[in-house]
Structure formats: C-alpha cells, structure tokens
C-alpha cells in the first residue's frame, strides 16, 4: 500500500457557502500550496508560449481538488440560480502564482478564447489618469453594465476576473446583476417583441478594428438584446459594440442601458486580492464602480473568457 495519500483526501475546500446568488468556494491554503508546488516549475512565459501546459496546470487542480471540481464549477455556472462563482485563493507572493491558478481553472472550464492582446489571458491596470485611451482603463468613470462576447466566433459562455494587486484602490467595486432580479427585464422584452436582431460588431473605420481582427474574423454577431427561454432570462447587451439602425433601436438601447444602470438589485462586490470571479455571461451583466481618486492608485485584473464547445458545434 502506497503511503501517499492522494491530495483529494487532504479535504481541500474549507467552505463552501451560497450567499445571495454568489457561490463562495475557499480553498484550504495547504491546498493552494500544494498545487502550487507542483506546478512550479511552470512559468508565464511557458503558459503564454506553450499550449499544453496550460491543460497541465488543469490537471494538477484536479490532482490536489480532485477530478471531480471541474465538473462541479461548470454544473455552478450552468445553474440559473447562481451561474456565478466566487473563488477564493488568498493573497499570493507573485503575480506568476496567480497566472498558473487563473490557467489551472479555466482549463479546468474549457479552453479560453483569445482576448484582444492575443493572449488566452489579459491583464487590465488601471491607475491614477485623467485621459485614459480606453474606457476600461478610466478610473474615475462608472464602467458600464455589459456582457462579454461581440463577434461570431466570440460566443462568450463563461468570464473569470482575478484581482491580482490593488494599492490605494478605494472603490472600483465589481457591479454585477442577474437578469433574475432585474425587474425591468419583463417590461423591456415586451418592448423588444418586434423580435429585434441586433448586429454587434465593430465599423471598419473603427480604430479599434485592427485590435480586435487579430482575433477575430469581425463577422458581427447577432442577437437579441433580452432573450426568454424556458423561464430562463438571457441577454447581450454591450453598449460600444450595439450597432442600431434607426432612431427607434437606438432609443430601446438607451432605455436598456438606464435600467440596467439604476436597477435596486445590482451586487457590488469587493473581491479581494488572490479571488476571481467566474460569471454565466448570458444571465449576468458585469460592471465597475468608481474609484475615489488618489494619485497612488493601481488595480489589476486577469480576465479570461470561454464558451462551452458542446453549446457551439458551429465553432473550429
Ligand atoms: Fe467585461
């Protein structure tokens, strides 16, 4: 008989606990520790260069939370109740610790798209500016409420946000909303009922295309706004990318917008450093508070994005 206990047995979670609609999992350190060590020998620039290893830090989750944790993230996002995971790692040494766990559960979810930077991962800083060229990098702006996911070939199931760092970040709460208890949602979607496909997408002339067609085949997406299936509420809704047509699709969208903006419901959600968010992106819409401004302000946050491949036989 081996004497090695396998890691599974090592109870690895401490709690697991629904609050609201949020499912808090909090992984033991010792836990945390062991996947760590064993994938130390991994490095960013591995992961970043070389596909498999990405798959490798999956499996040395499961060989320290057991081969069952991947199943039980994706049965909490695919629950329409919940559909949002909140993962708690605890506060690392470096910022690599944090890259080989974010990789480790995503591939644990499936394989993430591409993001903008060409990456399967991308961080976002933002610190003190007052003319950021990107709206997300505005600190002292509400980031708006949207999903994730233009293009065609950019069907975002699933969205993980790691806070990696956060220095005199007062504020900048993650706003997030179900479509459950967005009480507008009945009201808006009688409004849509006309059935109004709308394209996402990027114009040509939009600096921003160049940026998005290393990723993309920019072959705009098409979707309604607010969607009901089986009592399931879904929506599509990113203000930068909607491209209406007329005074009329305009003004729905706009209508859309403020009540998302203003609904009672919204959760805003301190994640601490070493935590992520993962969110169903058909159910919830993600947004940022503002920041209270300080000149030493500086946040960062690993986002990666994915779709679930038996849900989209259509993609490569
Ligand atoms: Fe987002």
Same mark, same amino acid.
């Given at each position: 008989?081996?004497?090695?206990?396998?890691?599974?047995?090592?109870?690895? *979670?401490?709690? +697991?606990?629904?609050?609201? @609609?949020? /499912?808090? #999992?909090?992984?033991?350190? %010792?836990?945390?520790?062991?996947? !760590?060590?064993?994938?130390?020998?991994?490095?960013?620039?591995?992961?970043?260069?070389?596909?498999?290893?990405?798959?490798?830090?999956?499996?040395?989750?499961?060989? *320290?939370?057991? +081969?069952?944790?991947?199943? @039980?993230? /994706?049965? #909490?996002?695919?629950?329409? %109740?919940?559909?949002?995971?909140? !993962?708690?790692?605890?506060?690392?040494?470096?910022?690599?610790?944090?890259?080989?766990?974010?990789?480790?559960?995503?591939?644990?979810?499936?394989?993430?798209?591409p993001e903008p930077s060409g990456g399967?991962f991308g961080i976002t800083t933002v610190v003190h500016d007052d003319a950021p060229a990107l709206k997300i990098l505005d600190p002292y702006r509400t980031f708006s409420m949207h999903t994730d996911g233009v293009f065609?070939?950019n069907?975002?199931?699933?969205l993980?946000m790691?806070?990696?760092?956060?220095?005199?970040a007062?504020?900048g709460?993650s706003r997030?909303?179900?479509?459950?208890?967005?009480?507008?949602?009945?009201?808006?979607?009688?409004?849509?009922?006309?059935?109004?496909?709308?394209?996402?997408g990027l114009d040509?002339k939009d600096r921003r295309y160049d940026i998005f067609s290393k990723v993309s085949?920019?072959?705009?997406?098409?979707?309604?706004?607010?969607?009901?299936?089986?009592?399931?509420?879904?929506?599509?809704?990113v203000d930068q990318f909607i491209?209406?047509?007329?005074?009329?699709?305009?003004?729905?969208?706009?209508?859309?917008?403020?009540?998302?903006?203003?609904?009672?419901?919204?959760?805003?959600?301190?994640?601490?450093?070493?935590?992520?968010?993962?969110?169903?992106?058909?159910?919830?819409?993600h947004g940022r508070a503002p920041f209270?401004?300080?000149?030493?302000l500086r946040r960062s946050l690993l986002r990666?994005y994915?779709?679930?491949?038996?849900?989209?036989?259509?993609?490569?």
């Amino acid at each position: 008989m081996s004497l090695a206990l396998p890691m599974a047995a090592c109870h690895p *979670v401490l709690r +697991e606990e629904r609050v609201g @609609r949020i /499912r808090h #999992i909090r992984p033991t350190s %010792e836990a945390v520790q062991a996947f !760590l060590q064993r994938t130390a020998a991994i490095t960013t620039d591995d992961l970043r260069r070389i596909p498999y290893k990405r798959f490798i830090c999956a499996r040395e989750m499961q060989a *320290v939370f057991g +081969e069952d944790i991947g199943n @039980r993230l /994706r049965a #909490i996002i695919d629950d329409y %109740e919940t559909g949002c995971i909140a !993962l708690h790692f605890a506060e690392q040494e470096n910022q690599k610790d944090y890259v080989r766990i974010a990789t480790g559960i995503s591939h644990l979810l499936s394989k993430p798209i591409p993001e903008p930077s060409g990456g399967y991962f991308g961080i976002t800083t933002v610190v003190h500016d007052d003319a950021p060229a990107l709206k997300i990098l505005d600190p002292y702006r509400t980031f708006s409420m949207h999903t994730d996911g233009v293009f065609a070939d950019n069907p975002v199931d699933w969205l993980m946000m790691m806070k990696l760092e956060e220095e005199n970040a007062a504020g900048g709460e993650s706003r997030l909303l179900h479509m459950a208890d967005f009480d507008d949602f009945g009201r808006l979607h009688r409004l849509e009922e006309n059935g109004t496909v709308f394209p996402f997408g990027l114009d040509e002339k939009d600096r921003r295309y160049d940026i998005f067609s290393k990723v993309s085949s920019m072959e705009k997406g098409r979707s309604r706004i607010l969607d009901e299936r089986n009592g399931r509420r879904r929506i599509k809704f990113v203000d930068q990318f909607i491209l209406p047509a007329t005074i009329a699709e305009a003004t729905f969208i706009e209508t859309v917008q403020a009540a998302l903006e203003s609904c009672p419901a919204i959760i805003e959600d301190p994640l601490p450093v070493g935590s992520m968010l993962i969110l169903n992106n058909a159910v919830w819409v993600h947004g940022r508070a503002p920041f209270a401004r300080n000149t030493g302000l500086r946040r960062s946050l690993l986002r990666q994005y994915g779709f679930f491949p038996d849900r989209h036989p259509e993609m490569p």
